[in-house]
């Protein structure tokens, strides 16, 4: 599976932006997704995650400003981002892996999830 991700840029803190990320290949279907961030001199961080079935899971600084979804027929998943500050500014990635499970949610680690795409930056100044 070969991710690609687009729709990153530099916008002022409040301010929105749509990130996407289509997938080649036809398991797209079966596999959970997930985003990851990563900022300079930091750790890759879990974002969300989202199972086959299109639950989704949310770390604590993206509930309620971000949104996940994914359009199975188009092999594209999407991340719209609200209300961003400048903590939100990093790379972001796209991550695909099988169906694990951590209770009922996808997961979110790291070494879940198998393919990666190369990254969107996203700015955010304040």
């Known amino acids: 599976v070969r991710l690609e991700e687009s729709g990153g840029g530099s916008v002022q803190s409040g301010g929105s932006l749509r990130l996407s990320c289509v997938a080649s290949g036809n398991i797209y279907i079966n596999l959970h997704m997930a985003w990851f961030r990563q900022a300079p001199g930091k750790e890759r961080e879990w974002v969300v995650c989202i199972k086959r079935d299109g639950s989704p899971t949310y770390a604590d600084s993206a509930k309620g400003r971000f949104t996940i979804s994914r359009d199975n027929g188009k092999n594209t998943l999407y991340l719209q981002m609200n209300s961003l500050n400048p903590e939100d500014t990093a790379m972001y990635y796209c991550?695909?892996?099988?169906?694990?499970?951590?209770?009922?949610?996808?997961?979110?680690?790291?070494?879940?999830?198998?393919?990666w795409g190369q990254g969107t930056q996203v700015t955010v100044s304040s």
């Open positions: 991550a695909a892996g099988p169906q694990v499970l951590i209770g009922k949610s996808c997961s979110w680690q790291t070494s879940d999830y198998y393919f």
